[in-house]
T-cell receptor, first 115, second 114 residues
């Protein structure tokens, strides 16, 4: 089964601080995604990538950056964390046909609390 | 603009009943419609999916019904079990130009009462 590992599992950050969430997959998948989950909002796409060294904006990219240094790794960066970024963040990957043809495999999630 | 609408927000059924979860969409180019489920404290996982070449897709107790004309699709869970209690997300995507994007609904929290 596909394996997507996120770190840390939870984090408390201060407002204005920098936060980096990491994701590692061992599935040889081309596509990787960052979603945030908030009660009442479902899953919303922040950034995605379909090849190393390239990232694309999703539906809610403001306040977030992403980095894909290799096929296996995909990071989400909050340069100046804000209270509104408190949420659960999920990384996911899918094969080279993309999410319209292949299953999204999600990591275990990172619970971020910004104080 | 919410492209995938899901209802109800929460649903409680008795064990053995059929639970019906509904979704509608706006973008007529969408051609892939999966349902994901998420158990408390876990991550979402694919349950079942349909493409509009068919109006129905079955997998055990889970069935998707699809109505292209009305841009609606629903998940029916027959003989609901307490272990089915979870949040269910419908989603949709276009395998053409926006291939990267799977748009999720806001979710339905299903509770199956013994």
């Amino acid at each position: 089964e596909a394996a997507v590992t996120q770190s840390p599992r939870s984090k408390v950050a201060v407002t204005g601080g920098k936060v980096t969430l990491s994701c590692h997959q061992t599935n040889n998948h081309d596509y990787m995604y960052w979603y945030r989950q908030d009660t009442g909002h479902g899953l919303r796409l922040i950034h995605y990538s379909y090849v190393a060294d390239s990232t694309e904006k999703g539906d809610i990219p403001d306040g977030y950056k992403a980095s894909r240094p290799s096929q296996e790794n995909f990071s989400l960066i909050l340069e100046l964390a804000s209270l509104s970024q408190t949420a659960v963040y999920f990384c996911a990957s899918s094969g080279n046909l993309g999410p319209s043809a292949e299953t999204l495999y999600f990591g275990s999630g990172t619970r971020l609390t910004v104080l | 603009q919410q492209q995938v609408r899901q209802s109800p927000q929460s649903l409680t059924v008795w064990e053995g009943e059929t639970a019906i979860l509904n979704c509608s969409y706006e973008d007529s180019t969408f051609d892939y419609f999966p349902w994901y489920h998420q158990f408390p404290g876990e991550s979402p996982a694919l349950l079942i999916a349909i493409r509009p070449v068919s109006n129905k897709k079955e997998d055990g107790r889970f069935t998707i019904f699809f109505n292209k004309r009305e841009k609606k699709f629903s998940l029916h869970i027959a003989d609901s079990q307490p272990g089915d209690s979870a949040t269910y997300f419908c989603a949709a995507s276009n395998s053409g130009g926006s291939n990267y994007k799977l748009t999720f609904g806001k979710g339905t929290l299903l509770t199956v009462t013994p």
